[in-house]
């Protein structure tokens, strides 16, 4: 699944090469999850550079100097990159946009899944999921203070699902939403109104600490024996105290846990 960090790698891997760029053509290769016809494509894309690369929640959303902006729903397994022209698009193509130099910017997902809208300005009005979209959890409004707020406005919520709630916190997905539990040292299922403000606090320090790391050392955090994310199997021992972990369904997901590091409230 896609998370914040994942969407910031995809960024870095991109944005530098893409920013300040002019698209010469838009190559559509699935119309059915590309919701972009050819003529506005042409109006309001082609020849024009692209100003910026932005992340909102786990969309990605390119501002064209035109003054439209295209919005990529990275669903479960989608993905941007920058490949040679002359290479073969993956069977899973969405849409492609090239550059002048023979370089092209790629977006590919899975079946059905992905959608890529175009949006005039930063109007995001028509996109009910990107416009209902909660908090950044990495920018600076979300102090604990903040975290606290939220959690008080949602108290029969459990905690992974506050987390994971993307009209409250924007990002944050399945895998994640277990680290920051694990990290934190509370159960998943836990209710955020029977936690207190101290809890909650760490709770939130360790969101920001999983998060940070996970984006400006994605590698590092991938190949951490002591994070979780590493070891999601059933029986599969805790990196902390190497009792097994289990698994249950929470909001609908499968969810890892340790039941002697991970605390109720
Ligand atoms: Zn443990």
Not at 167 to 179: F, H, K, P, V, W
Not at 236 to 252: D, F, K, Q, V, Y
């Amino acid at each position: 699944m896609i998370e914040l960090p994942d969407v910031e790698r995809m960024i870095d891997g991109f944005a530098g090469y893409a920013t300040g760029k002019t698209i010469s053509h838009v190559l559509i290769d699935d119309p059915e999850a590309v919701d972009v016809d050819p003529e506005a494509a042409e109006e309001h894309l082609e020849s024009f550079a692209i100003d910026a690369v932005e992340r909102h929640g786990r969309y990605i959303v390119l501002r064209f100097r035109s003054g439209y902006s295209l919005v990529f729903h990275m669903g479960e397994q989608g993905e941007i990159y920058l490949e040679s022209q002359t290479a073969p698009p993956p069977p899973n193509s969405k849409i492609r946009l090239q550059f002048a130099a023979g370089r092209e910017l790629r977006y590919a997902s899975p079946g059905d899944k992905g959608e890529v809208h175009l949006v005039e300005g930063h109007d995001f009005a028509g996109l009910e999921t990107l416009e209902n979209l909660g908090i950044d959890p990495l920018s600076d409004d979300l102090t604990a203070e903040r975290f606290i707020e939220l959690a008080a406005a949602h108290p029969r919520s459990s905690l992974k699902g506050m987390l994971m709630n993307q009209e409250i916190i924007a990002g944050i997905g399945n895998e994640y939403a277990d680290e920051i539990c694990f990290q934190a040292g509370y159960r998943p299922d836990a209710r955020v109104g029977d936690m207190t403000e101290h809890q909650l606090s760490r709770v939130h320090k360790y969101l920001k600490r999983v998060l940070r790391r996970a984006t400006l050392h994605w590698e590092a955090a991938h190949a951490d024996p002591g994070w979780l994310i590493n070891h999601r199997a059933d029986g599969a021992p805790c990196p902390r105290c190497r009792n097994e972990l289990e698994s249950m369904t929470l909001i609908g997901r499968k969810t890892y846990i340790c039941p002697r590091c991970q605390r109720a409230a």
